[in-house]
């Protein structure tokens, strides 16, 4: 079956200090993989995605075959972090995107 | 900057009832979706439109859901009757293909009584 685990529905972190939100999947293929984000008031709008290998507003995520884990990590917090996080993954076949159930990150100043 | 459109916003409405949804994608993007939200759960997909034919509608619940997108650009989803658990933010997101990103629209926030 095809799942996203997201381990932790609440982080709460300081200001300048690393942050590292868990993500594991299930999934028989090579999946693509991606994070989400929704700011307060704001849409779901999507952060980063591994096949960019890019850096967005600090955070990189690694995909690791061997763990079956993307977790997603910034090395100095901001208060401008703090939102609601989805890892979600997408499979080669149809194409349809499986979301997680989301981490709340909260950096405190 | 173009953006996805739904309405209503927000729909408070007795089970048994009927309701329809409704989501204007971006223009040009070929590709559709439909979320359901459920408080504390992540987005789960019902339905997926590649311009207005649907290529995943397997976890919607057809006795009672039905999604539409008739000329390949906006599309209308109906619940009809309405249960309490339907109670969730229902989003639309659209996106130019089907591995491009997918943009979202603010949801439509469901009450059932």
Redesign the interface.
């Known amino acids: 079956a095809q799942r996203?685990t997201q381990p932790e529905?609440l982080l709460s972190v300081f200001k300048g200090a690393p942050v590292e939100l868990k993500c594991n999947y299930s999934y028989s293929g090579s999946p693509?993989l991606f994070w989400y984000v929704q700011y307060s008031r704001q849409?779901?709008?999507?952060l980063l995605?591994h096949i960019s290998r890019e850096s967005i507003k600090g955070f990189t995520a690694d995909l690791n075959k061997g763990e079956t884990s993307f977790h997603l990590k910034k090395p100095f917090a901001q208060e401008e972090d703090s939102a609601m996080y989805?890892c979600?993954l997408?499979n080669t076949g149809?194409?349809?995107?499986?979301?997680?159930?989301?981490t709340r990150l909260f950096v405190k100043a | 900057e173009a953006e996805v459109a739904q309405s209503p916003r927000y729909k408070i409405t007795e089970k048994s009832q009927a309701v329809a949804f409704w989501c204007d994608p971006i223009s040009g993007h070929a590709t559709l979706y439909w979320y359901r939200q459920i408080l504390g759960q992540g987005p789960e997909l019902l339905v997926q439109f590649q311009d207005e034919s649907v290529v995943d509608d397997s976890q919607l619940p057809k006795d009672r859901f039905s999604a539409e997108r008739l000329k390949g650009v906006d599309s209308t989803l109906k619940i009809q009757p309405a249960e309490l658990g339907d109670s969730a933010m229902y989003l639309c997101a659209s996106s130019l293909g089907q591995r491009e990103t997918q943009y979202f629209g603010p949801g439509t926030r469901l009450l059932v009584l």
């Open positions: 996203v529905k693509e849409r779901l709008q999507l995605r989805y979600a997408q149809g194409f349809k995107t499986i979301f997680g159930a989301g």
